[in-house]
């Protein structure tokens, strides 16, 4: 039975075909998605912050260089395989206008670092829709292996 995953702030889930992965309220944070589209099994993280090396006391789950390597190793332990992955990425956008320099480094630090840590891994990025003044929702369909993303104007 096909069910909705939803995927929290700083958090990942990883789920197989027929499942869908949500997330809500992407605004400066990014949505990364990564799947192995021949074995239909894919992760969604709702990346907060990029560099969990600036904190002291860090939630694995809220880096974009702690995240994905985390959601990878768990897909690959669900019997994804490694040369099949793939990745969509949305979000890092500057949602808040004041002050608007601070909003505007945090979503594209958050999409640089998505964007290596991905590279890193030699996860090719097929497609993203990042940056702009607009949050977004992303969901991730395992069966049909769609990426819905809904633009929220803020």
């Not at 002050?99 to 640089?112: K, T």
């Amino acid at each position: 039975m096909k069910k909705n995953i939803i995927v929290g702030i700083s958090d990942y889930q990883v789920a197989r075909s027929p499942h869908i992965l949500i997330t809500y309220a992407l605004g400066s944070c990014v949505g990364t998605a990564v799947f192995d589209k021949e074995n239909r099994i894919g992760g969604l993280s709702h990346i907060l912050l990029h560099d969990s090396t600036l904190f002291q006391n860090t939630e694995v789950k809220k880096y974009a260089d702690t995240a994905i390597p985390a959601m990878v190793s768990k897909l690959l332990a669900y019997g994804a395989k490694k040369e099949n992955l793939v990745a969509y990425i949305a979000g890092g956008a500057q949602t808040l206008i004041k002050p608007a320099a601070l909003y505007y480094e945090i979503g594209n630090s958050n999409i640089q670092a998505v964007r290596q840590a991905l590279q890193k891994l030699s996860i090719p990025i097929l497609a993203e829709e990042v940056g702009g003044f607009a949050g977004r929702t992303m969901s991730l369909d395992l069966e049909s292996l769609q990426i819905n993303i809904k633009t929220v104007k803020c």
